[in-house]
């Protein structure tokens, strides 16, 4: 099995966590804070050019949970109460809830955010949504 990425930018006792894998490129954390998410820059998250309370509202609207965060060594993020499922235009389907994802070769995976699925079909990452359906021009 292949290991997760996971990449951390801290700044002071707060680290934004990326876990590239989960990223559906809704593009929403470079749409809210462009002076701290710069797809081309190096690195690419720059946490101390925002307050903390900036990034912790933008973080929550990861619609694919590719980014958490953490404060004080603790992990940060809120769980979903009630199980929500939401269709992303051109995009995957969205469910928002504590989940057992049971795979192909019947091995279970917890989910405790939103999770992205793969509508278009392409994705790398089936089921899970890699943002795939963006360069083939998905419409649905």
């Known amino acids: 099995m292949e290991k997760e990425i996971v990449k951390e930018y801290t700044h002071g006792d707060f680290t934004v966590v990326w876990k590239p894998k989960k990223c559906i490129h809704?593009?929403?954390?470079f749409k809210t804070l462009p002076e701290v998410y710069?797809?081309?820059g190096?690195?690419?998250?720059?946490?101390e050019n925002a307050s903390v309370e900036a990034l912790k509202s933008q973080i929550e609207?990861?619609?694919?949970?590719?980014?958490?965060?953490?404060?004080?060594?603790e992990t940060k993020m809120e769980e979903t109460k009630i199980t929500e499922c939401s269709i992303v235009e051109n995009g995957p389907l969205l469910v928002s809830g504590n989940l057992k994802v049971?795979?192909?070769?019947?091995?279970?995976?917890?989910?405790?955010r939103s999770t992205a699925f793969c509508r278009c079909?392409?994705?790398n990452?089936?089921?899970y949504c890699d943002g795939t359906h963006k360069t083939i021009a998905f419409v649905g």
């Open 42 to 47: 190096k690195p690419w998250i720059k946490p």
């Open 26 to 29: 809704s593009e929403i954390c």
């Open 102 to 112: 049971v795979l192909a070769d019947g091995s279970e995976e917890i989910k405790k």
């Open 121 to 123: 079909g392409a994705s």
């Open 61 to 73: 609207k990861c619609p694919s949970g590719a980014l958490t965060y953490k404060y004080k060594g």
């Open 38 to 40: 710069d797809p081309k």
């Open 125 to 127: 990452n089936k089921p």
